[in-house]
């Protein structure tokens, strides 16, 4: 199964990111990104077995991954630098993966796939308008900040 995407203002929201500094950049796509994920973890939480309360409330958005988590991640993305990275999804127990997949002696409880069917488009029209209105307020701080040096000097 593919899914096919297409991504518009990416490009002009890229140039105006060119405008502040390279910290404060990261800033606004870790803002940003963090924002936008927020209602597909809530989705992936509500889907989750009733059960298996551990494993709905390991459910998070984060910029970090368990030991294992991030042994993987290297090997898949190696050559890959990205200037940041937001992950969502299930902490690090051992039975997300089960759940979602099933085993020999489970049925499948997919919480996961279920919430990215639902989500997935409405989450990049999120993350574009909080992208814009991060880098906003990012550059208004920016101009702020010059603006009182220059006062000053």
Do not use: C, Y
């Not at 009733?50 to 709905?56: N, W």
């Not at 368990?66 to 190696?78: D, G, L, N």
């Not at 990275?85 to 089960?98: D, N, R, S, T």
């Amino acid at each position: 199964m593919s899914i096919d995407m297409q991504l518009e203002g990416f490009s002009e929201l890229e140039d105006a990111l060119d405008q502040v500094s390279k910290a404060a950049g990261k800033g606004v796509l870790r803002r940003g990104l963090k924002k936008a994920a927020e209602p597909m973890a809530k989705l992936m939480r509500d889907k989750a077995s009733e059960d298996q309360g551990d494993l709905r409330d390991s459910v998070a958005v984060s910029t970090k991954l368990s030991k294992r988590q991030a042994t993987a991640h290297r090997k898949m993305f190696r050559d890959d630098r990205a200037s940041v990275e937001m992950f969502v999804g299930a902490g690090p127990l051992p039975q997300a993966h089960l759940s979602e997949f099933g085993s020999v002696h489970n049925a499948p409880a997919p919480f996961v796939r279920p919430a990215w069917d639902q989500d997935h488009r409405a989450l990049l029209d999120r993350l574009g308008k909080d992208l814009w209105a991060e880098l906003s307020k990012s550059i208004a701080r920016a101009e702020r900040k010059a603006a009182r040096i220059a006062a000053k000097g």
